[in-house]
């Protein structure tokens, strides 16, 4: 009668059982390392306010008598070429701002269309462009830096040539202002930068230089703002002077004009932490596209969000203690297969105590060394 000797388990292979160990102290560490800095409160950084000589606009959509004079000045003064949406492409008919179109002039229409400026039955004009945010998130999350505010003037400035493409800035921006320009080999981004790039030649923004009406209006931000209050102080259907082109200075352009019925409202004053370009209108910003945005801006909450997690750089390295982890737990080595190999070798099983495993699996008549050798060698069944 035959006893079978069992064989202990062996032991787990050191060095993977050594990279285990030192894998999982580390992310221990770095996990709790993590945890402590996130349960520390973390309150958001205060939204950034606008320069003292912040530059902007002023648009009275009130005003507005949808000429769209600004949107062939700013495609002329950039360099922009014409977008067509109508079959005939007589001339350039965009429907929304776009990588080459940075100013565009859209209508609100309700009922009969018959008065101008009438929440009912009415129609009314609003420009979109660049808002030139106090605390843009474009700016914010921008990788490269392509995306900058002026310190002095504030005006959300891009450039080509840092740009990588990413689109973030795109995604990040509440009013949908930047675009991506699919038609570039290189990839570039399209959007109003209050045509800084006229400045030196004794020019300021293009949109606001041709409006017959001083629909739009160039200046420093306060003293738009000082404007648009001084509007919406005075009653409606009074005659007042309204300017034209620049509010700071330059050719004598003012006129007399009735008053419109404002919303009591500067849109831009405080929307999302404040812009650099302010609008008015008679009927809700809400219904004439204008986004209901609150006072902070959300660069504010993500910059502290990634500040916290990233701080330290404990979350990179925690997720990739984890990531390094369930690498080497999946990963099969060759080693291990030779240990397994010179376990099961004929010498492992013709010790003391084991020559009756080849007895039992020894047809008669077969030498044992036969024997053996096709137990190295488990393929040569198949042949």
Same mark, same amino acid.
Not at 114 to 118: C, E, N, R
Not at 270 to 285: D, I, M, N, R
């Given at each position: 009668m035959r006893t079978e000797t069992r064989e202990p388990a062996r032991d787990e292979n050191p060095r993977r059982k050594f990279l285990k160990g030192c894998l999982g102290a580390a992310g221990t560490a770095v996990a709790g390392g993590a945890i402590g800095t996130l349960s520390t409160p973390a309150a958001a950084r205060d939204t950034h306010h606008r320069p003292p000589e912040a530059l902007g606009l002023l648009y009275d959509a009130t005003l507005c008598i949808g000429c769209k004079a600004c949107v062939a000045a700013c495609k002329q003064a950039n360099d922009n070429p014409p977008e067509f949406s109508t079959v005939d492409k007589l001339w350039d008919t965009p429907l929304d701002t776009s990588g080459h179109t940075f100013n565009i002039i859209k209508m609100y229409r309700h009922g009969t269309m /018959? /008065? *101008?400026? &009438?929440e009912s039955n009415g129609y009314a004009f609003m420009k979109t462009s660049c808002m030139h945010c106090a605390d843009p998130s474009c700016v914010s999350a921008c990788p490269v830096t392509a995306m900058t505010k002026d310190p002095v003037t504030g005006v959300v400035a891009y450039d080509p040539d840092a740009c990588v493409g990413c689109r973030y800035c795109v995604v990040a921006c509440p009013f949908g202002i930047p675009k991506y320009q699919y038609d570039s080999p290189t990839g570039k981004i399209g959007k109003c930068e209050l045509c800084r790039h006229r400045v030196a030649d004794g020019h300021f923004s293009a949109c606001a230089e041709v409006c017959p009406t001083g629909a739009t209006l160039h200046g420093r931000t306060r003293d738009l703002l000082i404007e648009a209050r001084r509007r919406l102080a005075l009653p409606a259907g009074s005659l007042t002077r309204y300017p034209r082109g620049s509010i700071d200075g330059g050719p004598e352009q003012s006129y007399e004009g009735y008053v419109g019925t404002y919303q009591q409202h500067v849109y831009g004053e405080?929307?999302? @932490? @404040? /812009?650099? +370009? %302010? *609008? %008015?209108? &008679? +009927?809700?910003?809400e219904k004439v596209g204008m986004p209901n945005l609150p006072p902070e801006s959300s660069a504010a909450t993500s910059e502290t969000i990634q500040h916290t997690l990233y701080g330290g750089l404990l979350m990179p390295f925690a997720v990739l203690g984890a990531m390094t982890y369930v690498a080497k737990r999946n990963v099969h080595h060759d080693e291990d297969d030779d240990d397994d190999d010179d376990h099961n070798s004929p010498a492992a099983t013709t010790g003391p105590g084991r020559e009756w495993s080849l007895a039992v699996n020894t047809p008669p008549g077969r030498d044992r060394s036969a024997a053996a050798c096709s137990m190295r060698r488990p393929w040569s069944a198949a042949f």
């Open positions: /018959t /008065t *101008k400026d &009438a405080h929307e999302y @932490g @404040g /812009t650099q +370009v %302010l *609008k %008015l209108s &008679a +009927v809700p910003f």
